[in-house]
Every structure is written in C-alpha cells, then in structure tokens.
C-alpha cells in the first residue's frame, strides 16, 4: 500500500512539472524566439529607412525617378560607398565605419528594386523641326586639320560689341563681325565663365573664370583671370586662386565701399563652395566662403529684398540640388533660404530670373538634364521648366517641356511681340532617336503658353555653350551655340550610336530674321 502510493505521488509530481514546463513554453517561447520579417515587413522597413537616410543630405529621391536596374547597378553601390558600406564582386560587407547594418542596407535596397518601375515612360517627342525665324551662319574659316572643336564659353562684351569664346585648349579667342577669329591669349586651364566693364581710364576690361582641370575633380586649381582686352600686349592679374573647379562667376559691390566684388561658383566634385571673392582697400582680393557644398553651377545677383543690398541667387547641382538665395546681411555676411528643391537624380544645370509672365515679378526659368553620372538614361522630368513668381519668395512651377539631356535655358523677346521667348540646347539629347532636340526655341506664343521649335542645327555641332545677343546691331537677339564635339563612353550614354556632327566647327549663329 505504501508502496502504491509512493508510485501515484510520482506519477502526479511528473504531471505537475509536465504541465508547467508546458505552460512556460506557451507564454515564454515566443518571446525568446526571434521574429522573422515577412517580405512585406522588409519593404515597409526599407521605406523608413529610405526616408531617414536618404533625405539627410539631399532632397528625398522617390523609387519611381529611376528604373530598378538603374537603381541596382547605378545608384545603389554609390549610396553604399556614402554610407560606409564595402563592395566587393557584388557583394557588400559592413564594418565598424558603417552608417547601418547589413540587415538594413538589405531592406533599403529591396524597398527601392520593387517600388521602382521597370522601365521608366518618356513623353512622346516633337518630331517636326523648323527654322522658325532663324538663319544659319558658319564662322568664316574652320581648321579641320586641328584638333576638334572644345568650346567652353561664349560671351558677348558689349562694351565693344565683340563675341569672345574659349576651350578645353585653354585658347581665349574674340571673333569680328564676319566670324573671323583671332587668338586674344592662351590662359591657364579652360575658360568657363566671362564678365567685362570698363576701367575709369577707359580700358577694356575682362575677367575670366578658369576652370582649372575640366573633367570632374576636387584640385584646387581655379582663379580668376583679369585681362586688359584690345592691346598688343596684353596685362594680366590673378584676383583669386586654389578655387575647386570654378563654372561661373557674377560681380557686385556686396560690401558697398565702390570696389566690384565677385561670387564664384566652385562646383568642384565631391567638395566644392559658392564663394564671395571680395575687393580690398590695396586692390587685393579676400576670398570668403558662402555655402561649403560641392555644386553651385550658376549665380544671379540683385536687390532681392529691395533694402538698397545686393543679394546672390545661386543654383546648385551634384547632389543636394535646389536654388538658394543669399539675403546680404549688410556686414559682410549672407543669410541663406532654400526657395527650390529638386531630386538629386535631376541633374541641375541652369537658371534664370526673367518675367515670364509679365507681371513685374521675376520668376525663375530652369533646366534639368546632365546626364553624365551614375543614372544615365533618359529621363521624363530632364527638360526647361518655368517656376512663377507667387511673392515672398515664394515660387510655383507653371510650366514644364520635356527634352532629354536638357542643359542651359536663355529668355528673350526674339520675335520682337512684346513677351519672353527661351532657348535650350541640350548636351545630352536622344541623340540616336531624335537629335533635333539638341537645340530648341519656345516661342511664347500667350501667357504661359509656347510653341516649340526644333531648329535643325544638329549636324552642325553637340552644343555645350549658348549665348544670347544683338551681334549684328540689327535691334533684334541672335544665339550663338558652342560646339564640344569630342566624345567617350562617359559623354554618349547611348549604345551603338556614331556621332555625325560637325568635329571641327566651334560655334554657329542663329541669325534672327524675325518680326522688325
């Protein structure tokens, strides 16, 4: 008897444990077994993390901007490098330096490979090309024996009423009436930007921007380059040096002590500046930083706020892409307001204020399309936009006409009815399927609204360059384009295609003919 109730006390102590263990199992287990995410949970994770990481040093860049190969092959492995995160044969490693885990990097790349459409959707192109009222004129004398034709810059000094262009030569040449051109100076490195006045002795001035290396890169060795024009001989000074691949340069009195100052846009590469290069009391120049961030591309000076100052308008490329304006704070310093923002797949590349619309109010013109990076396809967005003046710095997009590889926009009433015309070349055009829209007029033809005009020049040239002005002294604007022929695989984006323009010819004119 004892015996049997020693076996049934054993058996009911097995079945408590038993029941307990059970128990613990039930409410305990599922904590202390990991959770694995569902491929949904994956993509909904890579979103958040899209957002915080991708949008701390440039406008959030939303999956549908790019296709998801190009998001894969193109995009993913420079983000990674930016994120401190290694590759090797396809492959990523992590290691202490690295901005996330690779659990996360994982989830952020699938979240853009599946929100990412396959292929991305360009608007159906313009396909008829006209002169509209323009004419053809060829410089007088080509050397085809030379090397190709690399122009840089074209300007127009209207001091003298003579066009003056530069290139990759580093040759700064003027050109007469007829288009004949003559070698004024052989500078430092390519000539990217061109500004002239007037000394008070009467002498013919121009400061150019030398770019220093032209291909991408953060060497310090750009200046500015005063030259005194219409000499035999002529004198030269450095204003500024060691700037970070200078494109452009605008000139003010920012300081208000009668001398001309300068603000520079020091696109660089990776690092880079818009810098105020200021005039002293002995004639030398103090250079000051006024936004360190690699991009700034074109720059645009006036009384903004109307308080008697003069302020800085500036467009930034190369990642964090956007307008900014630069309010002179009256003590040698700027306040900066971010007024547009753009993906940093756009590919910013020029602007300009013009009223468009008529209204008194200076709105902004623009142009998306370089096409040289790690995202080379066409593009749906690249294209000339007009952004309308609403007030308080304040600017709403009015306007947008696609053209693929768009690169520089210029306004101007050219058939002479009372509104503002733009013309747009394009470095990056569909070349293989639709080269006519290498150059292109927007004739505005009412308020807001424009009829294009697909000028039939693209044989003549791949157009890097442009300006605008009255070259004949006819009263009305003529366009000049300038021709950067050479090419390789990181300047044609574009497979089995042969460039058949023109190697030799540095620049053509577009002779307006229009409404007198």
Sequence with gaps: MLKKNRVSANKLAFFIAAVTTAAIIFFYGCTNTPHVNTPAENIADGKVLSLQYCKSCHQYPDPSL?????????????????????????????????????????????????AAPQKLTLPKPDTTTDWSIFGLKL??????????????????????????????????????AGLKATLVKKLPSPISSANFFKQPDGSNTGVFTCIGVLPPNDYLKGRLQQLT????????????????RPVFTATGDFNKDGRRDYTVCGYGNTTGGLYLVEQQADGNFKKKI??????????????????????????????????????????????????????????????????????????????????NDYSSILKPYHGVYVFTNQGNFTFKQTYFYHINGASKVMSADFDGDGDLDMAVIAFFADFKNYPAEG??????????????????????????????????????????????????????????????????NPIIVLENKGKK
């Design 229 to 244: 024009l219409g000499k035999p001989k002529t004198d030269t000074m450095v204003l500024a040096d060691s700037l970070p």
């Design 139 to 176: 410089p007088a004398k080509v050397n085809r024996k030379g090397s190709p034709a690399m122009t840089s810059m074209i300007a127009f000094n209207a001091n003298e009423g003579k066009l003056y262009t530069g290139d990759a030569g580093n040759n700064l040449f003027s050109w007469d």
């Design 290 to 371: 006024m936004r360190a961030v690699p991009g700034a591309i074109q720059a645009e000076v006036g009384d903004f706020n109307n308080d008697g100052w003069p302020d800085v308008m500036c467009l930034f490329a190369q990642g964090d892409e956007g307008v900014w304006l630069f309010t002179n704070d009256k003590k040698g310093g700027f306040t900066q307001r971010n007024l547009l923002h753009f993906p940093p797949v756009y590919g910013s590349n020029s602007f300009q204020l013009a009223d468009i619309n008529g209204d008194g109010k200076e709105d902004i013109i623009y142009t998306c399309g370089d096409n």
């Design 66 to 114: 790019l296709d998801k190969a190009t998001w894969e092959n193109g995009i993913m492995p420079q983000m990674a490098l930016r994120l401190g995160i290694q590759q090797e044969m396809g492959q990523y490693y992590v290691d202490s330096h690295s901005a996330m885990s690779l659990t996360d990097w994982q989830k952020l790349r699938d979240f853009y490979k599946r």
């Design 439 to 504: 150059f292109t007029y927007l004739e505005q033809t009412s308020p807001g609204k424009f009829k294009p005009h697909r000028v039939p020049v693209s044989k003549y040239g791949r157009w890097i360059a442009m300006e605008v002005a009255d070259l004949d002294g006819d009263g009305d604007k003529d366009i000049v384009l300038g021709n950067f022929s050479i090419y390789g695989d990181k300047l044609i984006n574009q497979k089995d295609f042969k460039p058949n323009w023109d190697m030799y």
